[in-house]
């Protein structure tokens, strides 16, 4: 890690994020037209989010979302059937996977913002690797299965060069189902990386910082082995999911780690979320039915200054990310 980077770590450690509040939420509903079901599964800091769609005929087609509620189709020029997006960048690059029915591989994929398409898929198994989320400074972070064995999955983070590290929780061990995994699900622009990772337990959340140490994560209102982390912001809020004895939630947990916030959409069952920005607005899914299977996808809007941090904080991290991007350039 370079020294203005550490820098900018102990300024943000200097100047604390304000701890969450039992604040609340404004959801909206969003449906991509004629589908049976849509997820949101990533937001970035201008209001653009991605995510994927069903109709009656297909499955997992992914889209850009713009602010202003215009649609931009994932168009991948590559062989198959779906296209599910999962994440996306300042500048609005996307990352997502795709399944090709003639070859049965599963392979990541990234959409640069003017619309060309390149293949994203880890050497150590290429067939069957996905990404996940990438950040401003184009790093690339998700997983790939075991070669060797086929319930076994790591995790990876691609730099920019196009070399790729293989990243697993070191308490990684098999479930009770026989799989053993570290999933990758999102990384900020310091670097943080959180994901969740198997043992005999179930399933527990992580964050893996800078400097290679992991914490584990798990929600104290969840069922023990239900935990998963699927996004972080640039301030190190993150959002996950969790189960107890009514079904599944979602919560979002401050940077500290001090408090845990339950968060349900109102127009469903079984919320998950996905993703969060540094505004604090979040997106995800619920399920309309839990018969059916149909899900809707939801943005959801701060209605309390007491989910984002401090302005002083919040400016001191942000000079201290531009700092970085002006060391880079000068390089």
């Known amino acids: 890690m370079s020294t203005i980077a550490r820098i900018c770590l102990l300024m943000a450690a200097g100047f604390p994020i304000v701890p969450l509040q039992a604040a609340s939420f404004t959801f909206v509903t969003f449906d991509y037209p004629d589908s049976t079901g849509t997820v949101l599964a990533g937001i970035n800091d201008s209001g653009q989010t991605v995510g994927s769609f069903s109709t009656a005929t297909s499955y997992g087609q992914g889209f850009i979302r713009n602010a202003d509620g215009s649609l931009v189709p994932i168009a991948l020029p590559f062989h198959s059937t779906d296209s599910p997006a999962s994440g996306i960048n300042a500048s609005g690059q996307v990352v997502g996977a795709f399944f090709d029915p003639s070859t049965f591989f599963v392979q990541g994929y990234l959409r640069s913002t003017d619309g060309t398409y390149s ?9 069957n690797s996905a990404g996940s989320a990438i950040n401003d400074g184009g790093l690339i972070v998700g997983s790939y299965g075991d070669p060797i064995s086929p319930t076994f999955s790591h995790g990876f983070l691609r730099d920019t060069g196009g070399n790729f590290t293989t990243i697993d929780d070191p308490n ?14 999102d990384i900020n622009n310091l670097g943080q990386i959180v994901g969740s990772y198997s043992d005999a337990a179930g399933s527990h959340g992580f964050l893996r910082s800078p400097t290679g ?79 059916s299977g149909e899900m809707s996808g939801f943005i959801g809007t701060p209605t309390s200054s007491e989910t984002v941090p401090e302005p002083t904080s919040y400016g001191l991290c942000l000079a201290g990310l531009a700092a970085i991007a002006c060391a880079r350039r000068c390089s």
């Open 119 to 127: 293949i994203i898929d880890d050497p150590i198994n290429p067939n």
């Open 172 to 185: 990684m061990a098999v479930n009770s189902f026989g799989e053993e995994y570290t999933g990758l699900s």
């Open 213 to 291: 140490v992991f914490t584990t994560v798990d929600d104290p209102d969840g069922n023990p082995g239900t935990t998963s982390v699927s996004g972080i912001n640039n301030l190190g809020v993150m959002v996950g999911t969790f189960s107890d004895s009514s079904g599944m939630h979602s919560f979002v947990r401050s940077a500290d780690g001090s408090t845990y916030m339950t968060i349900d959409d109102p127009s469903g069952f079984e919320t998950s979320i996905f993703g969060i920005n540094d505004s604090g607005e979040i997106v995800g899914s619920y399920f309309t039915s839990l018969s």
